[in-house]
Protein backbone atom coordinates (compact mmCIF):
# COMPACT_ATOMS: atom_id res chain seq x y z
CA UNK A 1 0.00 0.00 0.00
CA UNK A 2 1.50 3.20 -1.17
CA UNK A 3 1.09 6.43 0.90
CA UNK A 4 -1.34 8.98 -0.29
CA UNK A 5 -1.38 12.79 0.27
CA UNK A 6 -4.65 14.16 0.10
CA UNK A 7 -5.61 16.95 -1.47
CA UNK A 8 -7.07 19.93 0.11
CA UNK A 9 -10.89 20.27 -0.03
CA UNK A 10 -11.62 23.12 -2.17
CA UNK A 11 -13.83 25.06 0.77
CA UNK A 12 -11.31 24.73 3.03
CA UNK A 13 -8.36 27.83 3.86
CA UNK A 14 -4.71 26.81 3.80
CA UNK A 15 -4.73 26.99 7.29
CA UNK A 16 -7.20 24.74 7.95
CA UNK A 17 -5.67 22.28 5.43
CA UNK A 18 -2.83 22.39 7.10
CA UNK A 19 -4.54 22.08 10.92
CA UNK A 20 -6.16 18.95 8.84
CA UNK A 21 -2.87 17.00 7.94
CA UNK A 22 -1.29 18.33 11.55
CA UNK A 23 -3.97 16.45 13.40
CA UNK A 24 -3.95 12.99 10.90
CA UNK A 25 -0.08 12.53 10.98
CA UNK A 26 0.95 14.18 14.27
CA UNK A 27 4.37 11.86 14.10
CA UNK A 28 5.82 14.78 12.47
CA UNK A 29 5.17 16.95 14.51
CA UNK A 30 7.27 14.45 17.08
CA UNK A 31 9.56 13.85 15.15
CA UNK A 32 10.22 17.83 14.48
CA UNK A 33 10.15 18.53 17.81
CA UNK A 34 12.74 15.58 18.99
CA UNK A 35 14.67 16.87 16.30
CA UNK A 36 14.21 20.89 17.74
CA UNK A 37 15.68 19.28 21.37
CA UNK A 38 18.50 17.42 19.29
CA UNK A 39 19.57 20.68 17.57
CA UNK A 40 19.71 22.38 20.74
CA UNK A 41 21.47 19.60 22.66
CA UNK A 42 24.02 20.12 20.19
CA UNK A 43 24.73 23.75 20.83
CA UNK A 44 23.01 25.27 17.67
CA UNK A 45 21.43 28.65 18.70
CA UNK A 46 19.46 28.61 15.49
CA UNK A 47 17.83 26.21 13.04
CA UNK A 48 14.64 27.25 10.15
CA UNK A 49 11.74 25.01 10.41
CA UNK A 50 12.41 24.21 6.97
CA UNK A 51 15.80 22.98 7.50
CA UNK A 52 14.02 20.46 10.42
CA UNK A 53 11.21 19.34 7.83
CA UNK A 54 14.07 18.21 5.65
CA UNK A 55 15.62 15.52 7.97
CA UNK A 56 12.03 14.32 9.02
CA UNK A 57 12.04 10.60 7.52
CA UNK A 58 8.38 10.35 6.75
CA UNK A 59 6.65 8.98 3.73
CA UNK A 60 3.40 11.50 3.94
CA UNK A 61 5.68 14.04 4.35
CA UNK A 62 7.72 13.29 1.51
CA UNK A 63 4.86 12.65 -0.90
CA UNK A 64 3.54 15.69 0.40
CA UNK A 65 6.67 17.76 -0.87
CA UNK A 66 6.44 15.97 -4.18
CA UNK A 67 2.50 17.77 -4.21
CA UNK A 68 2.53 20.40 -7.08
CA UNK A 69 -0.12 21.82 -5.34
CA UNK A 70 1.98 22.56 -2.34
CA UNK A 71 2.37 26.48 -0.90
CA UNK A 72 5.79 27.31 -0.49
CA UNK A 73 4.18 28.35 3.58
CA UNK A 74 1.70 25.48 4.67
CA UNK A 75 4.85 23.59 6.07
CA UNK A 76 6.34 26.81 7.54
CA UNK A 77 3.36 26.66 9.98
CA UNK A 78 4.64 23.72 11.84
CA UNK A 79 6.95 26.70 13.29
CA UNK A 80 4.67 28.70 14.62
CA UNK A 81 3.14 25.28 16.70
CA UNK A 82 6.75 24.49 17.62
CA UNK A 83 7.21 28.28 19.25
CA UNK A 84 4.46 27.37 22.00
CA UNK A 85 7.17 25.29 23.40
CA UNK A 86 9.00 27.68 25.35
CA UNK A 87 11.97 25.48 25.53
CA UNK A 88 12.13 26.14 21.66
CA UNK A 89 10.80 29.57 21.26
CA UNK A 90 14.01 31.16 20.67
CA UNK A 91 15.84 28.62 18.28
CA UNK A 92 13.61 29.45 15.25
CA UNK A 93 14.78 33.85 15.61
CA UNK A 94 17.25 34.67 13.91
CA UNK A 95 20.55 36.63 15.36
CA UNK A 96 21.31 40.33 14.25
Do not use: C
Not at 23 to 38: G, M, N, V
Not at 61 to 85: G, V, W
Amino acid sequence: MGTRVEEPLPDLTEEEAFLRFYYRHPQIYFQLKKLAYEVLAKGEQTISVLELLERVEDPTLLALRQSPNLSPTFLIRYQKILEADPSLWSLFRTKD
